[in-house]
């Protein structure tokens, strides 16, 4: 039953899936890149950052270029670790119903 | 137990983490044309200079001038050719030409390529010729090792390769345009037509 509680419900959304794929192999990535690789609507991304940022996985980082605004995400320790734990909890459901 | 919804979450992961940290649209077939251009351009640095009565390549000269032009279409056709194959493959696979890995992938490319280009430049001001095809490879062997972090890993070994030749060509100086012929002719064909059958003709 270990296996089943590392299924992370913080991530149990494709849009959340896809925001930490790209921040684990990224050191930031901003909000038109994740927008522009996972194909969504401003609003959808909006809301599932915002979901993560509260659950302590990423942190969002709000700053001007030049006059545009400009919103960055990192993921945090913590973040990069439930990940992790997430992705071998995935592994294992899929090779035990093998 | 749902374990073909988790396979395509780990496929799609796996997929998201490629796509945004690696620009893969690098064509196979530049490769092997930026070959054939260095093996031409090659050729008529070979005619030109032994056509020129002397044996050895007079610098300031006249043929030291159209053999510096033939080196400059070679890079030139190269990377016109790398740029537009990469953008017509990235386009067929509905993906974006200029976005932040092939951004990173250019810049990082770029910085020892650029420092070696000046280097070498700088040491040409100063009269010291020899080792100026052995600098060329390492130089660029170095770019592409360097690069390889931001595309297909498969360049990296280029990259040891050209690395090689550049030190056995600065061993032997007088070896030089042969191995520059090698590095730069033959192993871009060799590597490009290995890409191209891996990822290109599918």
Same mark, same amino acid.
């Given at each position: 039953m270990?296996?089943?509680?590392n299924?992370?419900k913080?991530?149990?959304?494709?849009?959340?899936?896809?925001? *930490?794929?790209v921040?684990?192999?990224?050191?930031?990535?901003?909000?038109?890149?994740?927008k522009?690789?996972?194909?969504i609507?401003?609003?959808?991304?909006?809301?599932?950052?915002?979901?993560?940022e509260q659950?302590?996985?990423?942190?969002?980082?709000?700053?001007?270029?030049?006059?545009?605004?400009?919103?960055?995400?990192?993921v945090?320790?913590?973040?990069?670790k439930a990940?992790?734990?997430?992705l071998s909890?995935?592994?294992?459901?899929?090779n035990?119903?093998? | 137990?749902?374990?073909k919804k988790y396979l395509?979450?780990?496929?799609?992961i796996?997929?998201?983490?490629q796509k945004?940290?690696?620009c893969?649209?690098l064509?196979g077939?530049?490769?092997?044309?930026?070959g054939?251009?260095?093996?031409?351009?090659?050729?008529?640095a070979y005619?030109?200079?032994?056509?020129?009565?002397s044996?050895y390549?007079?610098?300031?000269?006249?043929?030291?001038?159209?053999?510096?032009?033939?080196?400059?279409?070679v890079?030139?056709?190269?990377?016109?050719t790398?740029?537009?194959l990469?953008?017509?493959k990235?386009?067929?696979n509905?993906?974006?030409?200029w976005?932040t890995?092939?951004?990173?992938?250019?810049?990082?490319f770029l910085?020892?390529?650029v420092?070696?280009?000046?280097?070498?430049?700088?040491?040409l001001d100063q009269?010291k010729?020899g080792?100026?095809?052995?600098?060329?490879?390492?130089?660029y062997?170095?770019?592409?090792?360097?690069?390889?972090?931001?595309?297909?890993?498969?360049?990296?070994?280029?990259?040891y390769?050209?690395i090689?030749l550049?030190?056995i060509?600065?061993?032997f100086p007088?070896y030089?345009?042969?191995?520059w012929?090698?590095?730069f002719g033959? *192993?871009?064909?060799?590597?490009?037509?290995f890409?191209?059958?891996?990822?290109d003709?599918?």
């Open positions: 270990g296996i089943i509680n299924i992370n913080a991530f149990d959304h494709r849009v959340r899936l896809g925001i *930490m794929s921040l684990m192999v990224n050191e930031y990535a901003d909000f038109k890149m994740l522009e690789l996972l194909d609507t401003d609003g959808n991304l909006a809301s599932h950052a915002k979901a993560l659950a302590g996985y990423i942190v969002v980082e709000k700053r001007f270029i030049g006059k545009k605004p400009n919103t960055r995400y990192k945090t320790s913590p973040g990069r990940f992790k734990e997430h909890a995935l592994e294992h459901l899929i035990r119903s093998e | 137990m749902d374990s395509e979450d780990l496929s799609e796996k997929d998201l983490m945004s940290s690696r893969i649209s064509s077939l530049s490769g092997i044309l930026a054939v251009y260095a093996l031409i351009g090659a050729a008529v005619i030109l200079v032994t056509n020129s009565g044996p390549l007079i610098l300031d000269g006249y043929i030291f001038r159209l053999v510096l032009l033939d080196l400059f279409l890079a030139f056709l190269s990377i016109a790398a740029i537009f990469s953008t017509r990235a386009r067929k509905g993906e974006k030409i976005d890995s092939s951004r990173r992938l250019v810049i990082n910085i020892p390529l420092a070696g280009g000046l280097y070498i430049l700088i040491i009269q010729y080792q100026t095809g052995a600098l060329m490879l390492i130089f062997g170095l770019a592409l090792v360097n690069a390889s972090k931001y595309s297909l890993g498969d360049i990296r070994y280029l990259g390769t050209e090689l550049g030190l060509a600065a061993l007088g030089g345009f042969w191995l012929v090698i590095g033959i *192993m871009h064909i060799v590597y490009g037509a890409m191209y059958f891996k990822y003709r599918i």
